[in-house]
T-cell receptor
Framework: DTGVSQDPRHKITKRGQNVTFRCDPI?????LYWYRQTLGQGPEFLTY????????KSRLLSDRFSAERPKGSFSTLEIQRTEQGDSAMYLC????????FGSGTRLTVV | SQQGEEDPQALSIQEGENATMNCSYK?????LQWYRQNSGRGLVHLIL?????REKHSGRLRVTLDTSKKSSSLLITASRAADTASYFC??????????????FGKGTKLSVIP
């Protein structure tokens, strides 16, 4: 597989529940990003990994959000106690200069 | 926060015409990238132009970069209905602690009418 995979594609959850998304980047890519995109807007940066190190987190990433990239391979993004405002498309990208994006996970909090 | 601002926000043209989209940004950059996004899908990388380059071509795409004006343009020539999508510019710059920020604008929604 030569692309970035994200799982699940869609997630509907009740407010207050926890959700976890997974991203499998292209294997030789060191950099991995998580973005959030709402309707009609561009992707907003959430967090960035260089290999297994989380080097930067956006102020958008409240303490309910946590991301990991163990061993510098796949990454997970967890949202605890989801709120309706968390409804968005969550995009993962990997690369070294130009970036390859996954198809995203669309989260709907009801 | 979003650094890039695309202009126009929406553009509608006839198939075969050229489409030009502009992007302005605020801070110094290492490179600038353009992406395409079809409705509800992930982003597809189109082209990257480095800060020391002024123009780059890829197929029907032409990108210019003017670092003195902090602006870039994307030209799609001989447009096709399949070019209908949203187009985003993204600026890449090094920030502290070795971080490499990639910041997107709000996008231009292009509609190509057959």
């Amino acid at each position: 597989d030569t692309g970035v995979s994200q799982d699940p594609r869609h997630k509907i959850t009740k407010r207050g529940q926890n959700v976890t998304f997974r991203c499998d980047p292209i294997s030789e890519h060191n950099r991995l990003y998580w973005y959030r995109q709402t309707l009609g807007q561009g992707p907003e940066f959430l967090t960035y990994f260089q290999n297994e190190a989380q080097l930067e987190k956006s102020r958008l990433l409240s303490d309910r959000f946590s991301a990991e990239r163990p061993k510098g391979s796949f990454s997970t993004l967890e949202i605890q106690r989801t709120e309706q405002g968390d409804s968005a498309m969550y995009l993962c990208a990997s690369g070294n200069t130009g970036y390859t994006f996954g198809s995203g996970t669309r989260l709907t909090v009801v | 926060s979003q650094q890039g601002e695309e202009d126009p926000q929406a553009l509608s043209i006839q198939e075969g015409e050229n489409a030009t989209m502009n992007c302005s940004y605020k801070t110094s950059i290492n490179n600038l990238q353009w992406y395409r996004q079809n409705s509800g899908r992930g982003l597809v990388h189109l082209i990257l132009i480095r800060s020391n380059e002024r123009e780059k071509h890829s197929g029907r795409l032409r990108v210019t970069l003017d670092t003195s004006k902090k602006s870039s343009s994307l030209l799609i020539t001989a447009s096709r209905a399949a070019d209908t999508a949203s187009y985003f510019c993204a600026t890449a710059s090094y920030s502290g602690a070795g971080s490499y920020q990639l910041t997107f604008g709000k996008g231009t929604k292009l509609s190509v009418i057959p």
